[in-house]
């Protein structure tokens, strides 16, 4: 099984859906991150995650929500999909601040 | 400007030659990591330093902190090695932060 396992890895919606990614890590890491990817844009942060009881914004957060339900599972939320949040979704773990990054393979999304 | 630069933005090689990718950061940072993207695929973290020089097979980084400088070499290059690497660095003073640059599209040729 893989550290970090994201589902849906392939999703096509509609707009004003609800749509959510989870994403699971066999790591026994503390911080857990959602990032989306565009083409030519890189990796940017949407919200993170140091515990359980801790969630941040990261630089992108609006329009999406999150959810750490326990230390191995956190999910991401857009309450109303709109077409300019198709991209590709990453969730990524580590242990503290300095560790190793564990990404998951990633979770496409299409709004039409 | 961004606060982490690479170049080049893309790069073909033949099997067999040396590949170097560059990253210049502008930040101060605690820690600074190499990925890698295969096309269609997950991103898998290869390298994570602060100072000096790692090697794992045939892939060495080198960071210069003072120089606020990070490369990663490709030793004996294969059509395998064809991906996106990503430079990423963990700002100081920030414990969550990580700065992405945009990546470097690397194709080996047979």
């Known amino acids: 099984d893989a550290d970090v396992t994201q589902t849906p890895r392939n999703r096509i919606t509609k707009t004003g859906k609800r749509i959510m990614l989870e994403c699971s890590q066999t790591?026994?890491?503390?911080?857990m991150y959602w990032y989306r990817q565009d083409p030519g844009l890189g990796l940017r942060l949407i919200y993170y995650s140091f515990d359980v009881k801790d969630i941040n914004k990261g630089e992108i957060s609006d329009g999406y929500s999150v959810s750490r339900q326990a230390q191995a599972k956190f999910s991401l939320s857009l309450e109303s999909a709109i077409p300019n949040q198709t991209a590709l979704y990453f969730c990524?773990?580590?242990?503290?601040?300095?560790?190793?990054?564990?990404f998951g393979e990633g979770s496409r999304l299409t709004v039409l | 400007k961004n606060e982490v630069e690479q170049s080049p933005q893309n790069l073909t090689a033949q099997e067999g030659e040396f590949i170097t990718i560059n990253c210049s950061y502008s930040v101060g940072i605690s820690a600074l990591h190499w990925l890698q993207q295969h096309p269609g695929g997950g991103i898998v973290s290869l390298f994570m330093?602060?100072?000096g020089k790692k090697k794992h097979g045939r892939l060495i980084a080198t960071i210069n902190i003072q120089e606020k400088h990070s490369s990663l070499h490709i030793t004996a290059s294969h059509p395998r090695d064809s991906a996106v690497y990503i430079c990423a660095v963990s700002v100081r003073g920030s414990n969550y932060k990580l700065t992405f640059g945009k990546g470097t599209l690397l194709t080996v040729n047979p």
């Open positions: 330093l602060s100072s």
């Open positions: 990524a773990t580590t242990n503290g601040g300095f560790g190793e990054l564990f």
């Open positions: 790591k026994g890491h503390d911080r």
